[in-house]
Nanobody, 124 residues
């Protein structure tokens, strides 16, 4: 069965960096688009970044553009999110998710399977 497991979350000070990983199994990772989403307490889940199956096309939310980088290693069935210059407003639970197609945008309806999430907390 499809399994996505995020890791790499933690607590950092503003301006710091974290790298999230999403280990995928149970499906052919290399043919799926992937995305990262986040949900802060009391807020709706929002899209962060998206990458196509081959890794050559990416899309970012305006709020993270220039600070976060999504990438993937299809040989290791792993998705990454490098987060630099972190801000307190980046504090959230971060989720990875699969999509059968790629397009510019971060609509939740495009994504089918989700991981349980990893917590990121940024203090000022």
């Amino acid at each position: 069965q499809v399994q996505l497991v995020e890791s790499g979350g933690g607590s950092v000070q503003a301006g710091g960096s974290l790298r999230l990983s999403c280990a995928a199994s149970g499906f052919t990772f290399s043919i799926y688009s992937m995305g990262w989403f986040r949900q802060a307490p009391g807020k709706e889940r929002e899209g962060v970044a998206r990458i196509n199956a081959a890794g050559g096309r990416t899309y970012y939310a305006d709020s993270v553009k220039g600070r976060f980088t999504i990438s993937r290693d299809n040989a290791r069935n792993t998705l990454y999110l490098q987060m630099n210059s972190l801000r307190p407003e980046d504090t959230a639970m971060y989720y990875c998710a699969t999509s059968s197609w790629y397009r510019s945008g971060l609509a939740e309806g495009d994504f089918g399977y989700w991981g349980p999430g990893t917590q990121v907390s940024v203090s000022s």
